[in-house]
């Protein structure tokens, strides 16, 4: 095509200059030549450049794709360059979806993993009470307890994945607005005043008068001060102290730490401790009814306020879980 144009206006010219016919053609020819080459040139290395593109997001070889190394501006390049970051959009959307289906399927084999344990001890316990052992004063309350225990085991996990499963599918609507921390204190350091007594562990809360309203969400803040004071129970031996600690620091924040002077963590467990499953010692979480998605919850649930778990621990003598909330400003807290 460029080279019939090129006869063409080759012809024109030799028409227009009065020069003999041979003239004409050989014109023609040099400047058909010239154009083909100079559009050869000018456009097949970045068509070569968007087919090699397209082929490598074919085969997904996405490593290896490369942006159009000519002059910006023009249709083509603006092609190339679309077609460059399909392939990219492309890469990112696959990993995302590897990287959900791994974790589906290593959650689905945790969770299953849990579920067996108490299954397995609820069936071998009711089996052997109902071979005979019902009747036998002195185990059959024993086995009792042990299948109540494994139920509660059963309650948890079904709670704790409920809330882990709408906090990272991000169904779960935080609700921030002012409200009184110190009363939720209270309220929480009460909920759980039985358990505690239970394994004769003292608990009590220090929160100073005039603390500000704090910002946050109340319901999952709750969530969070539950499971940070329900561990420092459990993680504790009798005889043991947990306090609950609020205090309105100078950026105008409020931090809350649970104090306990219980078995403690080492400083290699305690960058994994907000690991969904992850537990220093499984027995003796599983034996206090735990799940190991607590501290994942807590992290979530701080995460969605901007905020992070601050963990100090010394195996032997104790752990502080604290957090920091910011104070409500005085127009909203009153
Ligand atoms: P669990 O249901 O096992 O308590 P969590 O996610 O709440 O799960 O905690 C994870 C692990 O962190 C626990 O199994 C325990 O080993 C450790 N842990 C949490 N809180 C404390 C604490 N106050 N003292 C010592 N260890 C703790």
Same mark, same amino acid.
Do not use: C
């Given at each position: 095509?460029a080279?019939?144009?090129?006869?063409?206006?080759?012809?024109?010219?030799?028409?227009v200059a009065?020069?003999?016919?041979? @003239?004409?053609?050989? %014109?023609?020819?040099?400047?058909g030549g010239? %154009?083909y080459?100079?559009?050869?040139?000018?456009l097949?290395?970045? !068509?070569?450049l968007?087919?090699?593109?397209?082929?490598?997001?074919?085969k997904h070889?996405?490593?290896?794709?490369?942006a159009?190394s000519?002059?910006?501006?023009?249709e083509?390049? +603006?092609?190339?360059?679309q $077609?460059y970051? +399909?392939?990219?959009?492309?890469?990112?959307e696959?990993?995302?979806?590897?990287?959900?289906?791994?974790y589906?399927?290593?959650?689905?084999?945790?969770?299953s993993?849990?579920?067996k344990?108490?299954?397995?001890?609820v069936?071998g316990? %009711?089996?052997?009470?109902?071979d005979?052992?019902l009747?036998? &004063?002195?185990?059959? *309350?024993s086995?009792? &307890?042990?299948?109540?225990?494994?139920?509660n *085991?059963?309650?948890?996990?079904a709670?704790?994945? @409920?809330?882990? #499963?709408?906090?990272?599918?991000?169904e779960l609507?935080?609700n921030v607005a002012?409200?009184?921390?110190?009363t939720?204190?209270? &309220?929480v350091t009460?909920?759980?005043?039985m358990k =505690?007594?239970?394994?004769? !562990?003292?608990l *009590? #809360?220090?929160?100073?008068?005039?603390?500000?309203?704090a910002?946050?969400? *109340?319901?999952?803040?709750?969530?969070?001060?539950?499971?940070?004071v329900?561990?420092?129970?459990?993680?504790?031996?009798?005889?043991?102290h947990?306090? $609950?600690?609020?205090?309105?620091?100078a950026?105008?924040?409020?931090? $809350?730490?649970?104090?306990?002077d219980?078995i403690?963590?080492s400083?290699?467990h $305690?960058a994994?401790? %907000?690991?969904?499953?992850?537990?220093?010692?499984?027995?003796r979480?599983r034996?206090?009814?735990?799940t190991?998605?607590?501290?994942?919850?807590v992290?979530?649930?701080?995460?969605a306020?901007d905020?992070?778990?601050q963990? &100090?621990?010394?195996?032997g @003598?104790?752990?502080?879980?604290?957090?920091?909330l910011?104070? =409500?400003?005085?127009?909203?807290?009153?």
């Amino acid at each position: 095509m460029a080279v019939l144009l090129a006869v063409l206006s080759g012809g024109l010219v030799a028409v227009v200059a009065d020069l003999p016919w041979w @003239s004409d053609a050989l %014109t023609g020819l040099a400047l058909g030549g010239a %154009t083909y080459g100079a559009a050869h040139a000018w456009l097949v290395p970045r !068509i070569n450049l968007a087919l090699t593109t397209l082929h490598q997001i074919r085969k997904h070889q996405f490593e290896n794709l490369q942006a159009t190394s000519v002059p910006r501006g023009d249709e083509l390049n +603006t092609l190339i360059w679309q $077609v460059y970051r +399909t392939g990219q959009t492309l890469e990112n959307e696959i990993r995302e979806l590897k990287r959900m289906e791994n974790y589906r399927r290593e959650f689905i084999g945790n969770v299953s993993h849990e579920l067996k344990t108490p299954i397995f001890s609820v069936q071998g316990f %009711t089996e052997t009470l109902l071979d005979g052992a019902l009747e036998d &004063e002195s185990v059959n *309350r024993s086995f009792l &307890e042990k299948i109540m225990r494994n139920v509660n *085991r059963l309650d948890n996990l079904a709670r704790d994945l @409920s809330a882990i #499963s709408r906090i990272e599918t991000g169904e779960l609507e935080m609700n921030v607005a002012p409200f009184d921390l110190g009363t939720l204190i209270e &309220e929480v350091t009460e909920s759980l005043e039985m358990k =505690a007594e239970e394994k004769n !562990i003292y608990l *009590r #809360s220090q929160v100073p008068n005039g603390l500000p309203t704090a910002r946050g969400d *109340r319901e999952r803040i709750r969530q969070v001060l539950v499971n940070l004071v329900d561990n420092a129970i459990k993680y504790n031996d009798a005889g043991g102290h947990v306090e $609950v600690v609020a205090r309105h620091r100078a950026d105008d924040e409020i931090k $809350v730490s649970v104090v306990d002077d219980g078995i403690g963590v080492s400083p290699d467990h $305690v960058a994994r401790l %907000t690991e969904r499953f992850y537990r220093v010692d499984k027995s003796r979480s599983r034996n206090q009814g735990g799940t190991g998605l607590g501290l994942a919850i807590v992290k979530h649930i701080l995460g969605a306020h901007d905020r992070e778990l601050q963990v &100090e621990s010394t195996p032997g @003598s104790g752990s502080t879980f604290g957090f920091t909330l910011p104070a =409500a400003k005085k127009k909203e807290g009153t």
